[in-house]
Nanobody, 125 residues
């Protein structure tokens, strides 16, 4: 089973930037980032397909966040700019360890079979 090491989460002021990293221990295909804020359900943030399709973003982060991946390092990144207090959440990386040839952003939790442990991002106003 693939395991992940997430890093980069911390306390930052509104308007600031952070870069999250997620290193996988093995081969992954589609990858994404999700987040769960206080008292909220887990939600899709960004996704990138192994086929090269995408990337895809939630409307709430479009234009501020950028997802990227380095396949040679089995790593996915989330660059977060112009952070807002409502971005405060635990951020989780997710991966599908089997190739999917379907279309679309794969923005549902059940699209992924492996998850990181989460990293806390707190944005102060």
């Amino acid at each position: 089973q693939v395991q992940f090491v997430e890093s980069g989460g911390q306390l930052v002021q509104a308007g600031g930037s952070l870069r999250l990293s997620c290193v996988a221990s093995g081969r992954t295909y589609d990858m994404g980032w999700f987040r769960q804020g206080p008292g909220k359900e887990r939600e899709f943030v960004a996704g990138i397909r192994w086929t090269g399709a995408g990337p895809y973003y939630a409307d709430s982060v479009l234009g501020r966040f950028t997802i990227s991946r380095d396949n040679a390092k089995n790593t996915v990144y989330l660059q977060m700019n112009t952070l807002k207090p409502e971005d405060t959440a635990v951020y989780y990386c997710a991966a599908d360890t089997a190739p999917s040839r379907g279309g679309g952003p794969r923005s549902n939790s059940y699209d992924y079979d492996s998850w990181g442990q989460g990293t806390q991002v707190t944005v102060s106003s």
